[in-house]
């Protein structure tokens, strides 16, 4: 007999949160949504109709403490993730947060610290990436030792339309910070030095940011750059590539096939980052719910969405300053 349907209840129905309603709803072996929150009611109403009508909450507390809902996904405004998380920590309830699990270090050292005070795994942030297959095979070759001890990473992060509001800042904490976790992830180690450059849009607004990159320094002494292109004007790309002491590996953007026609060859790039990582949101939001069926966490933990934001305060400190800056995060706790 298989186990209960675990009940999700979901904060925030926007774009990335509908993706993960529709997903857990149709896509998800074991899971259910039974309750919705979004401070557009509107749209936490729709959602909630879509989700075989799922109750739907005027406040996330509300939501985190309804005894019907077993675990909350968290795919709300960036800066409202640390107060959910916490919350959802101290009702001791599992939790997927979307990234960043915050947006300052101090704040998310606040949920680390929530979820070392109850000695226990609850969180798992939403770093795709590492369920994209792409970024495993390239991770399973780097780690088989086939290019020996790696000497450079680099990342190129390409998005097809410029968002006029977006600062360095929010670059760096809402779309860097994929690459700042690809990057330790890949390594397997810490980033303790970062510098950060970019182009503005115009010099009226010189932390307005359309291009940005990023050197790092790992603790080994191997080097990184990660880019960020906000405006290609041609689609979404996300590509990784390491340097080892004897070769060299690369991912794949996305594998569509070549095309010869017509006198050219050619290649289709994905639109959007829901359409290049649909496989890996739903590989991620499976792997959350069986863990979850186990009572186990798996995934990317707090210690990564803490350890990002570290990465992520020497970037802003390093555009505040125009220097290098390192990073200054606290010890290791034996839980992770
Ligand atoms: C967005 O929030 C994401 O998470 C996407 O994966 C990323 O590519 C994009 O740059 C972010 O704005």
């Known amino acids: 007999?298989?186990?209960?349907?675990?009940?999700?209840?979901l904060i925030g129905t926007g774009m990335i949160g509908s993706l993960h309603a529709e997903n857990l709803l149709r896509r998800t072996r074991g899971a259910t949504v039974v309750a919705v929150m979004d401070i557009d009611h509107e749209r936490a109403n729709a959602v909630a109709a879509?989700?075989?009508?799922?109750?739907?909450?005027?406040?996330?507390?509300?939501?985190?403490?309804?005894?019907?809902?077993d675990a909350i996904l968290i795919a709300s405004t960036d800066r409202t993730h640390a107060e959910f998380a916490i919350a959802c920590i101290k009702a001791g309830k599992p939790v997927l947060c979307e990234k960043p699990l915050a947006t300052t270090m101090a704040d998310a050292e606040r949920v680390l610290r929530a979820e070392l005070a109850a000695g226990r795994r609850l969180v798992q942030v939403g770093f795709m990436r590492e369920y994209d297959q792409a970024h495993r095979d390239l991770y399973d070759l780097l780690h088989g030792g086939v290019i020996g001890a790696a000497l450079k990473f680099r990342s190129v992060h390409i998005n097809p339309r410029f968002i006029r509001e977006l600062?360095?800042?929010?670059v760096i904490t809402n779309s860097l910070i994929?690459?700042?976790?690809?990057?330790?992830?890949?390594?397997?180690?810490?980033?303790c030095s970062a510098?950060?450059?970019?182009?503005?849009?115009?010099?009226?607004?010189?932390?307005?940011?359309?291009?940005?990159?990023?050197?790092?320094?790992?603790?080994?002494?191997?080097?990184?750059?990660l880019e960020y292109n906000g405006d290609s004007g041609y689609g979404y790309e996300v590509t990784v590539e390491v340097t080892g002491e004897t070769g060299n590996v690369e991912s794949a953007s996305h594998p569509s096939p070549s095309?010869?026609?017509?006198?050219?060859a050619s290649r289709a790039i994905t639109s959007n980052w829901p359409q290049r990582f649909g496989q890996a949101y739903l590989d991620e939001v499976q792997a959350w719910i069986d863990a979850i069926g186990r009572k186990d966490a798996t995934g990317p933990s707090a210690w990564d969405g803490y350890m990002s934001l570290v990465v992520a305060d020497a970037c802003i400190r390093s555009a505040e300053t125009r220097q290098p800056q390192t990073t200054h995060p606290i010890e290791k706790p034996s839980l992770y």
């Open 259 to 264: 095309l010869r026609q017509a006198g050219t």
């Open 1 to 9: 007999m298989g186990r209960e349907a675990i009940n999700v209840g």
């Open 178 to 191: 994929h690459d700042i976790h690809s990057a330790r992830w890949i390594m397997g180690e810490e980033i």
């Open 167 to 170: 600062t360095i800042d929010s």
């Open 50 to 69: 879509a989700c075989d009508g799922a109750r739907v909450h005027a406040d996330a507390g509300d939501l985190i403490s309804d005894p019907a809902v």
């Open 195 to 225: 510098y950060v450059q970019w182009v503005s849009v115009d010099p009226a607004h010189p932390r307005s940011a359309r291009l940005a990159d990023i050197q790092v320094i790992f603790d080994s002494g191997a080097i990184g750059s």
